[in-house]
């Protein structure tokens, strides 16, 4: 049977306007809200740029590509893709291990393994993350971003280190360094920005209000007092000639290369994938549509293919940018390709007057930026938890905080696995059934109008195996050793509440028959459910035991007990 290529990729755009229901008032609607956000993106695409260890160009060139790719080729109709603070400590760190060209060569690496993810339809599997590893690792990027702005926001001179600890050791060994001019600064952009959104307005932004506040408060004061505060011209003077779009550059690539960055690769496409993914789940919550996760995916993937080819960084869907989309009327894909334009006009015509931007005023921005990253309500939340919880949860955070972001999701996934069979265990058991005590039902509910209680004959033992019959079942079968009793010569394991068995259960209990066959003594199993039977019979276990030796219920299995009794075909275990 053929696939329609329409089955395996459409972008949300190309479904939206197939479908010929887009009009001029939805188009005005997205032009508005996709002016909007591009201002909004602005200041965050320049400070993300600045923080991750490239120029606020780069940051630009992101938002501007990577906005436009991501609309047109992605699978949800509201999401703003660019540059996100979740990715500042990541980039900073291949920036400083393998420079600007291993982090174009891991970018491009990770647009390949995102489309593959989306090829192979992989996109429902992010959806099953734990959600003690998503507020781990987030919380760990934010607080490892909240440190990386500690330089500016207080106006230290001197180049701090990189890796959280060696930075807390910087700054507390250079405290005498505090610029608290820088310092006052920072604070009064902070409070504008928390006081804005708070207070004034949601749908513009206090970020866009504090960086105008602050550029002309730092040209008054320069032109006025004599003062000076670090601007973005300080650092990239450079920008101060206006700027034109960049010509694609091809890196060189080798199989070395290439093997030795795919980890950062790795990491580059699991972030991107989990933040495009759960920001595409917020916004089905927030608008009642549905996005298509491997389309996006695939979108995800062509945008960090081509975005890095043009000196830009690492791309995905941004919650807050796409909120604000949403807010402000957009209705469409079109939305996200006015912002993409939007910032491409400001980056040809606007860029001269970006360096009078203060870095103090840029610093405020991402530490508000790590505190709604933080989810430190839903951390403290999680930590009240049962330990399980705690575990993960505290593992993943320290993990990112302390090392790096893809052996914290590694660590986490493993625990939460581990975990996950402990408590499965503990919802599987496997019980003796006295004599006198067995009912006939095969139901899991209790009616004791419908119950008929059975004698189990002397020489016959009956188990009940309640829950999964998985691999972690495997040590529980001691107790069958342990509770046998002398003179045994037939064993019943009920299986009737057993909802699945997997391989490692079929081959146990091949083990435990052959075992108790050495004895002389017979198994019968009882109650088996059509998919459990079916799993016995893929491995051949049935043949070995019997058909007769598999029974529907429990009373043609103590039949067949009492036959093997009579006949004495059972020695003396």
Request: aromatic fraction near 10%; include cysteine.
């Amino acid at each position: 049977m053929k696939i329609h290529p329409s089955k395996i990729y459409q972008p949300k755009l190309l479904s939206i306007l197939r479908k010929k229901k887009y009009d001029g008032a939805t188009f005005r609607s997205d032009l508005i809200a996709g002016i909007i956000v591009g201002i909004i993106a602005l200041p965050l695409a320049i400070a993300f740029g600045i923080a991750s260890g490239v120029t606020p160009q780069q940051g630009l060139i992101t938002a501007i590509i990577a906005g436009f790719i991501i609309s047109a080729f992605g699978g949800t109709r509201f999401l703003i893709g660019g540059p996100t603070g979740a990715f500042i400590v990541i980039v900073a760190g291949i920036i400083g291990q393998y420079g600007i060209g291993g982090l174009t060569i891991a970018t491009i690496m990770a647009g390949v393994l995102l489309i593959l993810m989306g090829v192979f339809r992989l996109g429902i599997v992010f959806k099953f993350m734990p959600y003690p590893i998503v507020v781990g690792f987030t919380s760990g990027i934010a607080l490892t971003l909240l440190t990386t702005q500690i330089k500016d926001f207080f106006g230290y001179t001197s180049a701090a280190p990189s890796g959280f600890l060696p930075q807390c050791g910087f700054y507390l060994g250079h405290i005498s360094e505090i610029n608290w001019i820088e310092l006052v600064a920072s604070v009064i952009a902070l409070a504008l920005i928390f006081f804005w959104n708070k207070k004034v307005s949601k749908k513009i932004p206090g970020s866009l209000i504090a960086i105008l506040f602050c550029t002309l408060i730092a040209l008054l004061l320069n032109r006025f007092a004599g003062v000076h505060l670090a601007t973005i011209g300080d650092k990239f003077p450079e920008l101060g000639a206006g700027m034109s779009f960049p010509k694609p550059q091809f890196p060189k690539m080798d199989f070395q290369t290439i093997r030795s960055l795919f980890t950062p690769a790795l990491t580059i496409a699991l972030l991107a994938a989990i933040e495009s993914l759960l920001a595409a789940t917020v916004t089905d919550g927030a608008t009642g549509k549905h996005h298509d996760a491997n389309a996006e995916l695939i979108g995800e993937g062509i945008a960090n293919i081509v975005t890095p080819f043009f000196g830009g960084i690492p791309a995905t869907g941004a919650i807050a940018r796409t909120m604000a989309n949403i807010n402000n009327g957009g209705k469409s894909p079109v939305a996200g390709i006015i912002h993409a334009v939007t910032l491409l006009l400001i980056y040809l015509f606007l860029m001269p007057y970006v360096i009078y931007i203060p870095l103090s005023c840029l610093a405020a921005i991402l530490v508000m930026v790590a505190y709604n990253m933080s989810e430190w309500r839903t951390f403290v939340y999680l930590v009240k938890g049962d330990r399980q919880t705690k575990a993960v949860l505290l593992t993943t955070f320290l993990l990112t905080v302390v090392v790096d972001l893809t052996v914290a999701i590694e660590v986490g996934v493993l625990l939460a696995v581990v975990f996950f069979v402990a408590r499965v265990m503990q919802t599987s058991s496997i019980e003796a059934v006295e004599a006198q005590e067995i009912a006939a039902t095969e139901s899991d509910e209790y009616n004791p109008e419908d119950t008929e209680y059975l004698d189990i004959p002397a020489g016959v033992e009956v188990y009940e195996i309640d829950g999964p019959y998985f691999f972690g079942l495997a040590s529980k079968f001691e107790e069958f050793e342990r509770r046998r009793k002398k003179g045994t010569r037939v064993q019943i394991i009920r299986m009737r509440k057993v909802p699945f068995m997997d391989a490692t259960g079929v081959h146990n209990l091949q083990t435990l028959c052959e075992r108790i066959g050495k004895r002389g003594a017979q198994v019968i199993l009882s109650g088996v459910r059509p998919n459990v039977r079916a799993t016995i019979e893929k491995y051949g276990l049935d043949k070995k035991l019997g058909e007769d030796h598999i029974q529907p219920h429990i009373t043609p299995a103590l039949e067949k007990a009492r036959e093997i009794l009579a006949a004495g075909d059972g020695a003396t275990a």
